[in-house]
């Protein structure tokens, strides 16, 4: 079971980036997949999440950043516009099974599949 990330680089504050992440291995399409980022020195965030075809953000990102998913459930994107220098981090896709409960979508521990990370730096 493998996820694999892409899509990362360096942009200026205001630019944009599409992130990328695609699953093999096993059938996605029964599982929840989103997004997490972890800045240097700081714990990993949720970011946002697909569950049950609905998108959650978190309050940062929320209005700038949609999360969408593709290939029948195994692939899943994350357009990020307005992007601010808050927004540097390595960010990475994960994946959990569908019984995941809403209350868990946040909760990086809860997430049985990690990509490797991708990295996206914002300057000002």
């Known amino acids: 079971v493998q996820l694999q990330a892409s899509g990362g680089g360096l942009v200026q504050a205001g630019g944009s980036l599409r992130l990328s992440c695609a699953a093999s291995g096993r059938t996605f399409s029964r599982y929840v997949m989103g997004w997490f980022r972890q800045a240097p020195g700081k714990e990993r965030e949720f970011v946002a999440t697909k569950w049950r075809g609905n998108a959650y953000y978190a309050a940062s990102v929320k209005g700038r950043f949609t999360i969408s998913s593709a290939n029948a459930g195994n692939a899943v994107s994350l357009q990020m516009n307005s992007l601010e220098p808050e927004d540097t981090a390595v960010y990475y896709c994960?994946?959990?099974?569908?019984?995941?409960?809403?209350?868990?979508?946040?909760?990086?521990?809860?997430?049985?599949?990690w990509g490797q990370g991708t990295q996206v730096t914002v300057s000002s």
């Open positions: 994960a994946a959990a099974s569908a019984g995941m409960i809403l209350s868990s979508i946040r909760d990086p521990e809860k997430y049985d599949y």
